[in-house]
């Protein structure tokens, strides 16, 4: 019985571990999926110049951003630009503080000046993103394998106390 108790208790460990790794890897991964988002952006400003309104509901209807809460409340009353954009944004409980700096920047630029204004500070905003996602992989690919190790060593001092 203690046997499958120790087993039990390893399992949970390694299984916490993973969680905290994978939890760990998806910052950056969002940070890759918002650069797409700005690049789209982009693309469409300089190829179409459409309203932010279109922009936004454009952007939104990309199946591949769906994910982002900000982008679909925003697409959904997107006429109220920026209030829409600045509410989908404060409302994202999954956005960091920089994430959410950056992100109002944006909406404070689409809409408000001329073209090459808004993919002037659409381009500062890929470069911040690139920087803050270049920090997040350094941060992952140190910390995910320390969350691991961590709770699988508990998780084998729990185990010894068992015994």
Known sequence: MKLLGVMLILCAGTLCGSAVARNLAAYPARLRLLRRMITIMITELRGTLPLTADLIRNTAAI????????????AENAEQFPSCWHEGVRNDRSLTPEEHALLLTIGETLGCS???GQVAALDLC?????T?????EIRCSKMAPLCRS???LG???????LL
């Open 155 to 161: 998780a084998l001092f729990f185990s010894i106390l």
């Open 126 to 130: 890929l470069e911040r993103l690139s």
């Open 114 to 116: 001329t073209l090459e």
């Open 63 to 74: 199946p591949d951003f769906s994910r982002l809460y900000f982008l679909q409340a925003a």
């Open 150 to 152: 961590i709770s699988v």
């Open 132 to 136: 803050m996602e270049s920090f997040a």
